[in-house]
């Protein structure tokens, strides 16, 4: 059985950071494209952030460049998402995403979904 389980979310002030991951299990996905995917109460599932499988390219949503950032480790079949400077729109909870189906990495359509971490910024 194929799982992706994020962890690191939790409760942060404004300007703070936090540092999710993303373990995958059931299979590797170093020959597929990862991605972060945010959705905050009463709004549509967003994307955040996509790797390729060698990390030689990413992609992020334009206007959270500059504050995250993601990486992967092929190795520990693992995918990161760095956040700096968190603001209160923030808040959402984080989907990990992998093996996309759609040519733009900004569609949530991929195979495999996490069930999320929840990430709070309130002062």
């Known amino acids: 059985q194929v799982q992706l389980v994020e962890s690191g979310g939790g409760l942060v002030q404004p300007g703070g950071s936090l540092r999710l991951s993303c373990t995958a299990s059931?299979?590797?996905?170093?020959?597929?494209?990862m991605a972060w995917f945010r959705q905050a109460p009463g709004k549509e599932r967003e994307f955040v952030a996509g790797?390729?499988?060698?990390?030689?390219?990413?992609e992020f949503a334009e206007s959270l460049k500059g504050r995250f950032a993601i990486s992967r480790d092929n190795a520990k079949n693992a995918l990161f998402l760095r956040m700096n400077s968190l603001k209160l729109e923030d808040t959402a909870v984080y989907f990990c995403?992998?093996?996309?189906?759609?040519?733009?990495?900004?569609?949530?359509?991929?195979?495999?979904w996490g069930q999320g971490t929840q990430v709070t910024v309130s002062l």
């Open positions: 059931g299979r590797s996905f170093n020959k597929e494209a």
């Open positions: 790797i390729s499988w060698g990390s030689s390219y990413t």
């Open positions: 995403a992998a093996d996309p189906t759609a040519r733009s990495w900004a569609r949530p359509e991929y195979r495999y």
